[in-house]
C-alpha cells in the first residue's frame, strides 16, 4: 500500500460500480513499470514505485466516473496505455489509481489526410487501417508496434517521420485533443489548434486524454537501407545532405557509429566490421534519386521493403531509442543522452562532441526538422560511470551549444531543454487538476492547493 488506507480504497472500489479494476499487487507493480531502467539514475528513484490498483474503463463515460470518485476521494491518477516511456513518465509516483486507457481504441472517422482516434488505439494498428486508404501517420517513435497514439502525443516529441514534418510541437502536427478533467464533476473539453499543446509531452498532468485528431501523410511504399561508411563524420556529412534534399522523399535518416551496429543482432550481417552505418527510409520513387546523391561515398548492404508485421524487426527497431535498446540487451552498464543540435552549424558541432568524448560517448544522429530547418537530434550511447560524471557530460554539451533534454529525470520541466513547464500547460493544470491528483509529482512547478 502507498500513500492511501485501505479503508479509502475500498470506498473508491464501491463508488467505481462495474468499472473493471485490477487489485493483484504483482499484476498492479508490473504495470506500474515502464523503461526508465534505461537510466541508472532513474532506476534507483523509481524501483519499487507502483499504483495501488488498475482502473480499466471501457469508455469514456467509464472515465468521467472514474475521474469524478478520484476527485471525491482525492485519490491520485495516472493515465498508462503502452507503457512504452523511457523515464517514468507513466510510474506513480504517489499510488492511487493506474487508469489503462487501451480499450478506447477505435476509429472514430477518416477524412483524406485527417483522422479522429481513441487515445489508446496502438500506432501500428491505425496504420494498417489507414494503409489500404493511401495514407498514415505522419510519425511515429521507434516502439511503433507497441505504443499508443496517446502515449506518444502525451509522453513523445516526434520520432519516424521527424525529418520531414518535425516533431509534434510543430504547429499542425497535432488538430485536436478530447480530454477529461479531475474534479467532483468532471468536464470534457475539445482542445482544438495550438490549444492541443497543453497537452503534448506533459505526462498526463493535465487532462486524461480520450482522443485525438492528427494529420496524416501519403503511405509511400518505404524501402529500407542500410548504407556502410568507413568514417562515421562521411555517414553523418551524407546524412545532412540527403536531409536537405527536399525532392528525395525520406522518413528516417540515422547516422549510427561503430562499435554500435556490433550490438545489432538480427541485422549485424548487414553492418560490416568497424563501419559506421546510415540507417534510411526511402519512399520507393525516390530510391533512385537516393543512390545518385550516394554516389561513391559508401556501400547499400541491405535494401528491402519496409515490413513492421508481426515476426518483423523493421530498420526503425534499429533507431531512434531502440538503438539504446540493442546495446542494452547484452550491457547493461551503458546509458544515453537525448541532445539537440544547433541548425545553423550541426555538422561542425557533431564533430566536436566526438572529439571532446572519443568512446565514452558514442554518436548516433536523427535527422530531423526543428522550427522549419533541418537539424540533428541525437541519442548517443553513454559509456556509464557515475551521477557526476553524467551531469558533467551534460554540461560540457550544454557550454558547447548542444541541448539536452535530460533523460535521466521525471519531472516535465528537468526534462525539458527549456528547464520549465510551459506557462499554458502549468495554468492549465490548475483549471483542469484542482486537486493535483493527475501524475503527481511529475510537474514540479505545479503547487497543490491547500484544502
Given at each position: 500500500m502507498n500513500d492511501l488506507s485501505f479503508n479509502a480504497l475500498e470506498k473508491l472500489v464501491a463508488d467505481l460500480g462495474d468499472i473493471p479494476v485490477v487489485t493483484?499487487?504483482?499484476?498492479?507493480?508490473?504495470?506500474?513499470?515502464?523503461?526508465?531502467?534505461?537510466?541508472?539514475?532513474?532506476n534507483e528513484q523509481l524501483d519499487g514505485k507502483s499504483a495501488d490498483l488498475i482502473v480499466a474503463p471501457r469508455d469514456e463515460k467509464d472515465i468521467?466516473?472514474?475521474?469524478?470518485?478520484?476527485?471525491?476521494?482525492?485519490?491520485?491518477?495516472?493515465?498508462?496505455?503502452?507503457?512504452?516511456?523511457?523515464?517514468?513518465?507513466?510510474?506513480?509516483?504517489?499510488?492511487?489509481?493506474?487508469l489503462d486507457v487501451t480499450a478506447l481504441n477505435g476509429i472514430e472517422w477518416v477524412k483524406p489526410g485527417l483522422i479522429r482516434v481513441g487515445a489508446g488505439a496502438k500506432l501500428n494498428a491505425i496504420d494498417t487501417e489507414l494503409q489500404p486508404?493511401?495514407?498514415?501517420?505522419?510519425?511515429?517513435?521507434?516502439?511503433?508496434?507497441?505504443?499508443?497514439?496517446g502515449g506518444f502525443v502525451a509522453g513523445g516529441s516526434g520520432g519516424i517521420g521527424s525529418v520531414t514534418y518535425g516533431g509534434l510541437r510543430e504547429g499542425g502536427n497535432i488538430l485536436a485533443a478530447r480530454i477529461?478533467?479531475?474534479?467532483?464533476?468532471?468536464?470534457?473539453?475539445?482542445?482544438?489548434?495550438?490549444?492541443?499543446q497543453k497537452v503534448n509531452r506533459a505526462y498526463g498532468t493535465t487532462?486524461?486524454?480520450?482522443?485525438?485528431?492528427?494529420?496524416?501523410?501519403?503511405?509511400?511504399?518505404?524501402?529500407?537501407?542500410?548504407?556502410?561508411?568507413?568514417?562515421?563524420?562521411?555517414?553523418?556529412?551524407?546524412?545532412?545532405?540527403?536531409?536537405?534534399?527536399?525532392?528525395?522523399?525520406?522518413?528516417?535518416?540515422?547516422?549510427?557509429?561503430?562499435?554500435?551496429?556490433?550490438y545489432f543482432g538480427a541485422l549485424r550481417p548487414s553492418?560490416?566490421?568497424?563501419?559506421?552505418?546510415?540507417?534510411?527510409?526511402?519512399?520507393?520513387?525516390?530510391l533512385e534519386s537516393f543512390k545518385s546523391l550516394l554516389g561513391g561515398r559508401g556501400k547499400i548492404t541491405l535494401e528491402m521493403p519496409t515490413d513492421d508485421s508481426r515476426g518483423q524487426v523493421p530498420l526503425y527497431e534499429y533507431t531512434w531509442n531502440h538503438t539504446t535498446l540493442q546495446v542494452l540487451k547484452s550491457d547493461r552498464s551503458v546509458t544515453y543522452l537525448q541532445c539537440l543540435y544547433p541548425d545553423d552549424r550541426p555538422m561542425e558541432k557533431v564533430r566536436q562532441m566526438r572529439e571532446l568524448f572519443a568512446d565514452e560517448v558514442l554518436q548516433h544522429l536523427?535527422?530531423?526538422?526543428?522550427?522549419?530547418?533541418?537539424?540533428?537530434?541525437?541519442?548517443?550511447?553513454?559509456?556509464?560511470?557515475?551521477?557526476?560524471?553524467?551531469?558533467?557530460?551534460?554540461?560540457?554539451?550544454?557550454?558547447?551549444?548542444?541541448?539536452?533534454?535530460?533523460?535521466?529525470?521525471?519531472?516535465?520541466?528537468?526534462?525539458?531543454?527549456?528547464k520549465r513547464a510551459d506557462a499554458d500547460q502549468l495554468g492549465f493544470k490548475r483549471e483542469v487538476d484542482p486537486h493535483g491528483l493527475?501524475?503527481?509529482?511529475?510537474?514540479?512547478?505545479?503547487?497543490t492547493p491547500r484544502p
Open positions: 493483484d499487487q504483482k499484476v498492479v507493480r508490473r504495470r506500474s513499470r515502464d523503461f526508465f531502467w534505461y537510466s541508472p539514475v532513474l468521467v466516473r472514474t475521474a469524478a470518485a478520484c476527485a471525491r476521494h482525492r485519490v491520485p491518477i495516472t493515465v498508462r496505455a503502452g507503457g512504452t516511456g523511457n523515464y517514468g513518465q507513466a510510474v506513480p509516483l504517489k499510488g492511487g489509481v493506474l486508404q493511401g495514407w498514415e501517420l505522419r510519425m511515429h517513435p521507434s516502439t511503433k508496434r507497441t505504443a499508443t497514439i477529461v478533467t479531475v474534479e467532483e464533476e468532471p468536464r470534457i473539453i475539445e482542445l482544438r489548434g495550438d490549444a492541443a487532462g486524461i486524454i480520450t482522443a485525438l485528431e492528427m494529420p496524416l501523410a501519403p503511405a509511400w511504399r518505404w524501402i529500407d537501407v542500410l548504407v556502410a561508411f568507413d568514417d562515421f563524420m562521411e555517414a553523418a556529412a551524407f546524412g545532412y545532405e540527403l536531409a536537405l534534399a527536399d525532392g528525395i522523399v525520406k522518413k528516417l535518416l540515422s547516422p549510427i557509429t561503430w562499435p554500435l551496429p556490433s553492418c560490416p566490421e568497424g563501419a559506421s552505418i546510415l540507417i534510411a527510409m526511402i519512399a520507393e520513387p525516390s536523427e535527422f530531423i526538422r526543428f522550427g522549419g530547418r533541418v537539424t540533428c537530434s541525437a541519442l548517443p550511447v553513454v559509456r556509464y560511470s557515475n551521477a557526476d560524471r553524467l551531469n558533467e557530460i551534460i554540461s560540457l554539451h550544454e557550454e558547447r551549444g548542444v541541448y539536452i533534454a535530460n533523460p535521466h529525470v521525471f519531472t516535465v520541466e528537468d526534462g525539458s531543454r527549456y493527475l501524475n503527481p509529482g511529475k510537474m514540479r512547478s505545479f503547487v
